[in-house]
């Protein structure tokens, strides 16, 4: 599944290094991926990408199943099948569909996503492989509302301010608490991935995470300044979670770390 996609992680960190660019490779292959169907298919089901709320840059990753890789391959060796799953930043339903295929209760699941584009999509990728997740538009939040800034494709809008004169929109927020009572759970594990917003979720949330079993995340080094990291890295420890693996970007943090898990990175 994986081997494909971790030498072009690779190979796309070295030519940064460089200062070589990618760009055209990568919307060639976007451009692959459209005369092809403009359907991702992995793990035995399939997801439709469309190319209206996408580059055709983005898209490229899709051709070559590089598409959050790394979360998969770790959410598919650590997350337990008996766990209560709350995801923040949905997307297409990737990531979600495959929690949602190792849970012995589909139901125990609820994927959160800020930007309202991704909703109807997010829907209809579950409805199409069968999953059972609860589709919410929203982000976690002790606020009413909170301001969302969009980008040109779905998947990588924040909270986070990007681009000058990027669209915003607003979208409800809610509290774990409030999530866990309309749903009738009690969360064991979160999957983040918010594009820059992971301090200051982990800031507001420090209940939430000193209960918590296990925390997939993905950290944004472009987004968060090394200052920053150390600082959501001290508040995870402090909150009683450990480090015990990760492909780049994508952290697993669990309460009590097993003899046999890939160690303290």
């Known amino acids: ?4 996609p971790l030498f072009l992680s690779r190979f796309t960190r070295a030519a940064a290094a460089f200062n070589i660019s990618l760009c055209w490779v990568e919307r060639f292959l976007g451009l692959l991926f459209d005369l092809r169907g403009g359907i991702f298919v992995t793990e035995g089901m399939r997801f439709e990408i469309p190319k209206g709320l996408t580059t055709r840059q983005y898209r490229g990753r899709f051709m070559v199943g590089a598409h959050e890789w790394n979360e998969r391959r770790l959410i598919t060796r650590y997350l337990s099948a008996d766990a ?7 997307g297409w339903g ?4 495959v929690i949602n295929k190792r849970l012995r209760n589909p139901k125990a699941h609820v994927v959160l996503d800020a930007d309202p584009r991704a909703i109807s999509v997010l829907t209809r990728n579950r409805a199409a492989n069968g999953a059972g997740f609860a589709v919410v538009h929203g982000v976690v939040s002790s606020r009413a509302k909170e301001r969302v800034y969009l980008s040109p494709s779905v998947g990588s809008s924040s909270l986070v301010c990007g681009k000058p004169g990027r669209a915003q929109v607003k979208a409800p927020g809610y509290s774990i608490r409030a999530l866990e009572q309309q749903h009738g759970l009690a969360f ?6 918010i594009e820059g917003a992971e301090l200051q979720w982990a800031q507001d949330n420090r209940e939430a995470l ?4 296990l ?3 993905e950290v944004h080094p ?3 300044s090394a200052h920053q990291l150390a600082e959501l890295e001290a508040l995870l420890r402090g909150c009683g979670l450990h480090r015990i693996d990760r492909l780049y970007e994508v952290e697993v943090w669990r309460r009590q770390p097993f003899i046999g898990d ?4």
Do not use: A, P, W, Y
Not at 1 to 4: G, H, K
Not at 188 to 193: G, I, K, L, S, W
């Open 1 to 4: 599944m994986t081997s494909i």
């Open 84 to 90: 209560q799953v709350l995801e923040l930043g949905g």
């Open 94 to 97: 990737v990531v979600s569909c």
């Open 188 to 193: 064991t594990c979160f999957v983040v991935d």
């Open 210 to 213: 000193s209960r918590v079993e």
């Open 215 to 217: 925390l997939v995340l």
């Open 222 to 224: 472009r987004k968060l």
């Open 262 to 265: 890939h160690g303290q990175l």
